[in-house]
């Protein structure tokens, strides 16, 4: 096992951060680690925006759900989906863009694009010995981030990246089983298998919980799905996305 994956495998989110910036070297080596990511047809459907001004950061903590390590970190990044610029490409081409940016083709490759761009800098951070979070609670108010941020239209804000050295290192939360993840040749369909491995896993977490608090917690991983998604979350984003015109067919 080399030294990469044993990074890769070795990943927790970290909640308490040093009160140490990053260097402008290290920004640039994550971001540009970043643009390494693959890209769907070249098309780089992302952007990346950095927060340094505190009072940006911390009232993007506030709309994240008063997350103190938005606010507090080496540096807070915001991968966001972006097609602006593929307007703009297509005026000066004067090529008719739009019916193309427009569908819903287009707008899942800005998310991918953004997605493997920020794995490749959060593995990138923690190779560096960095500690990365990512936050989605920045879509709790869309509207609000995207005016803190002056971003244009089809550029849409999809989650932030904290990074920073970290203060305390939190436990690692055990993944569903491979076999669980893991298909071969087909999806597995057995509901009798599937149940089990859920089941296991279950168990796996309700011990987890009861360790590491020492009794106080027994939660069990579908008991705690269930519940989340009981709850209508963010039920606005349908809304939102087309009328930042990244996705209306």
Known sequence: MNDMITTILNHRSIRQFEDTPLTEEQIKTI??????????SYIQAYSIIGVKDREKKKRLAELAGNQEYVEKNGHFFVFCADLYRHTIIGKEEQKDVIPSIEGTEKF?????DASL?????AIAAESLGLGICYIGGIRNNLEEVKRLLKTPERVIPLFGLAVGYPAKMNDQKPRLPLEHVYHEDEYEQDMGVYLEQLQEYDQII?????????????DRWTEQMALMLEKQNRMYMKEFIQQNKLDLR
């Open 31 to 40: 971001v540009l680690s970043a643009q390494a990511a693959s890209t769907s």
């Open 108 to 112: 899942m490759v800005g998310l991918i």
């Open 117 to 121: 761009a920020a794995q490749n800098a």
């Open 206 to 218: 309700s011990t987890y919980y009861e360790q590491r608090t020492g009794g106080k917690r027994r």
